[in-house]
């Protein structure tokens, strides 16, 4: 395994204060939803900056609380736990994301699909694999995958998996989804600049004290960590998907952690994709599947959503 390179960085110079301006920027991490979360924002004082970066994390662990499949008290979980039994009813928030990953689902013919959560785990990103899995052991893999069998009953908010030892999982638009509330809050309660940076799905608005926009450095995983690309952005969003950090190594080839849902064979053409634009779940969703259809139909997906950009490796 080749060593952790972070894809986003975000480059700002960290400080208690301004010279000759009212504000301060403070930058706090965190270990949230499995992730390693960076929290920074611009407020009047120290104080201020410190009250609203809490309140970021305390929203950040009430979602977690909500959609976590690995939490068993989680209202997914539940669900989870009675697939092929019966509906169970969540809250109106988990009951939209459910529905806009499905609508998601669809648009790209599964190939991203929440229902991936069920599929066993046949490729190890340890170093330890030698050799391909079997390819009936992957065609069994994938037999409780299958957005098309998540049943969603909008007036009793439910949500129904129809096939026994189905799972819906949300590690591939959870943080962007993160990113985007805390930004919503934060900007709510009077807080004009700040970036929440979910491990490189991040949501930024307003700007820099002094008035620069955020600088968002994009790395090269292949070139010593280079950058490829700074963005400069005010509010948006920034999501990458890739392949740079965690695959398995056999025979000489790599083979992504993105898994097709529809195969369950790893992504392989693409290394990297970062998304722009105004929303970081949206952007997340379309960073993980790009990197599954590969470049020629992740143009087409492009294509649909011109307040998006893309950038492949």
Known sequence: MGKSIPILTVLLMLAFSIPGIAQVMMKRPMTLMGSLFDITVVAEDSALANAAIDRAETEIS???????????????SEVNRNAGLRPVK????????TQRAVRYAKLTGGAFDVSIAAMDRLWRYDGSMTALPDSAAIRRSVANVGYRHIVLDS??????LAKPGMKIGFGSIGKGYAADKCRELLQSGGITGGIVNASGDLAAWGAQPGGEPWAIGIRNPFKGGGMLKVLKIRTGAVATSGSYEKYAEIDGKRY??????????PSSELTSVTVTGPSAEFANFLSTSIMVVGSREGRKLMKRYRQYRCLFK
């Open 90 to 97: 969540v809250d109106r928030e988990v009951f939209g994301l």
């Open 155 to 160: 007036i009793h908010s439910t949500i129904y």
């Open 256 to 265: 992504s952690h993105i898994i097709d849902p529809r195969t369950g064979y």
């Open 62 to 76: 009430r979602i977690e609380d909500l959609i976590s499949e690995w939490r068993p008290g989680t209202q997914v």
